[in-house]
């Protein structure tokens, strides 16, 4: 049984970094072929797709925030970091990790999700 | 990259079908076979209902369709349930040299 859960700070000042953890189980991330991507969804609108990393260590970001976050994967503890610097109020939102293989590319297994808020 | 186009809402009545679309271009939805949809009710985990573009997970019902022509990708939920109502989104893999995944803004569904 796949599970992950998102954890970290839920308020974070303007001009911050924020750093979440994703810590699975039910898979590893040394298996060929899967993947962790982070999803985020502001409040009332709509998912919208941030970072995945794969278990070679491939590594994609999306295009516009990709200056401000760096994931990585720390197969031994079954965890998955994703960091964003310089955090701005338009960066409230839910943020969630989700499971993926390679040759689907789909977001099979979500977590819970966790609410970031930015405001000073 | 610009985010996938769905109506924002539908509506239809318990045994009723509808269908949701969802409109891409040529770098996404287009060029490859990997659509996913994904059904979020209120306060929850969005859920994988529908992926590859026709395909259906193990426990999901055979009620949720979908299909593909061109850019557009559709989702299909013949005999409405309450417990459909939510929200849905698409999301398909897109070109690598531009964004990887591509959401759609999300549809509506009420059943009245």
């Known amino acids: 049984q796949i599970t992950l859960k998102e954890s970290g700070p839920t308020l974070v000042k303007p001009t911050q970094t924020l750093t979440l953890t994703c810590t699975f189980s039910g898979f590893s991330l040394s298996t060929s072929g899967v993947g962790v991507g982070w999803i985020r969804q502001p409040p009332g609108k709509a998912l919208e797709w941030l970072a995945l990393?794969?278990?070679?260590?491939?590594?994609r970001y999306r295009p516009s925030l990709k200056s401000r976050l760096t994931i990585t994967k720390d197969t031994s503890k079954n965890q998955v970091v994703l960091t964003m610097t310089n955090m701005d109020p338009v960066d409230t939102a839910t943020y969630y990790c989700a499971h993926s293989y390679d040759t689907r590319d789909d977001f099979d297994h979500w977590g819970q999700g966790t609410l970031v808020t930015v405001s000073s | 990259q610009s985010a996938l186009t769905q109506p924002a809402s539908v509506s239809g009545s318990p045994g009723q079908s509808i269908t949701i679309s969802c409109t891409g271009t040529?770098?996404?939805?287009?060029?490859?076979?990997?659509v996913s949809w994904y059904q979020q009710h209120p306060g929850k985990a969005p859920k994988l209902m529908i992926y590859?573009?026709?395909k259906r997970p193990s426990g999901i019902s055979n009620r949720f369709s979908g299909s593909k022509s061109g850019n557009t990708a559709s989702l299909t939920i013949s005999g409405l349930q309450a417990e459909d109502e939510a929200d849905y989104y698409c999301?398909?893999?897109?070109?690598?040299?531009?964004?990887?995944?591509?959401f759609g803004g999300g549809t509506k569904l009420t059943v009245l």
């Open positions: 040529s770098s996404d939805v287009g060029s490859y076979n990997l």
């Open positions: 990393i794969y278990w070679d260590d491939d590594k």
């Open positions: 590859e573009g026709s």
């Open positions: 999301c398909s893999y897109a070109d690598s040299s531009t964004l990887n995944w591509v």
